[in-house]
């Protein structure tokens, strides 16, 4: 079945230890977003791809960075995890025609927990 | 910018029974999209139901239907003949339409729904 995976579904990390986030998607969609969700609270966008342009949300921490290396592959790094950044990270993927075709409805992954010791 | 308010924390409902949890939003645009998502305990976010802001027809998928009231920017999701499986944290959403970038969604604050027997 296609889908999104994410992994690993459980991370550990030290505070300041750099640790990164992978996500893959079967869908053959040209969009990746990455999402943040701390406990009992709404997921809220980090930055996404469209194909290989990079976009950011404006408040999202210089901390965080991605990358995109293929249509499949999109990666979440936290080059400095703090104790504020242990969440759920959610990645998630829509399709975006051409000639004006609207945003599809996004699909998400599963989610890796991220603990910061 | 665009808001999405959901104003019960939690809800119960009675297996067999019918529950509604209510979303209101707030925007200037005049197309955009609503969507319901169902996040189980420990399990993906998958899309309920999405409604197109155009279509004066409300969604319904199986089970689940949507009342959409546009002029009063409410968008309540009605389950019937609940199950336990229904038991989530469930999302409300907001898309922009008729965009030709990648748009955000933008999430209400959830609702968690318990199945009782």
């Known amino acids: 079945d296609a889908m999104v995976i994410q992994n690993p579904r459980y991370q550990v990390t030290q505070f300041g230890k750099p640790v990164t986030l992978s996500c893959s998607q079967t869908?053959?969609?040209?969009?990746m977003y990455w999402y943040q969700q701390k406990s009992s609270q709404a997921p809220k966008l980090l930055f996404h791809?469209?194909?290989?342009?990079?976009?950011n949300e404006a408040d999202t921490p210089d901390n965080f960075q991605s990358r995109r290396p293929n249509t499949s592959f999109c990666f979440l790094d936290i080059r400095s995890p703090g104790l504020g950044d242990a969440a759920m990270y959610l990645c998630?993927?829509?399709?975006?025609?051409?000639?004006?075709?609207?945003?599809?409805?996004?699909?998400f992954g599963p989610g890796t927990r991220l603990t910061v010791l | 910018a665009q808001t999405v308010t959901q104003s019960q924390p939690e809800m119960s409902v009675q297996e067999a029974e019918t529950v509604t949890l209510s979303c209101t939003y707030d925007?200037?645009?005049?197309?955009?999209?609503l969507f319901w998502y169902k996040q189980p305990p420990s399990r993906q976010m998958i899309l309920v139901i999405r409604?197109?802001?155009?279509?004066?027809q409300n969604a319904t998928e199986n089970r689940f239907s949507v009342n959409f009231q546009k002029a009063a920017k409410s968008f309540s999701l009605k389950i019937s003949d609940s199950q336990l499986g229904d038991a989530a944290m469930y999302f409300c959403?907001?898309?922009?339409?008729?965009?030709?970038?990648?748009?955000?969604?933008?999430f209400g604050t959830g609702t968690r729904l318990q199945v009782t027997l």
């Open positions: 998630a993927t829509s399709r975006l025609g051409t000639s004006g075709v609207k945003a599809d409805t996004q699909y």
């Open positions: 869908l053959n969609h040209n969009v």
């Open positions: 791809y469209y194909d290989k342009d990079f976009n």
């Open positions: 925007t200037s645009e005049s197309d955009y999209y």
């Open positions: 409604q197109e802001a155009y279509k004066q």
């Open positions: 959403a907001y898309r922009r339409g008729n965009t030709g970038t990648a748009s955000k969604l933008t």
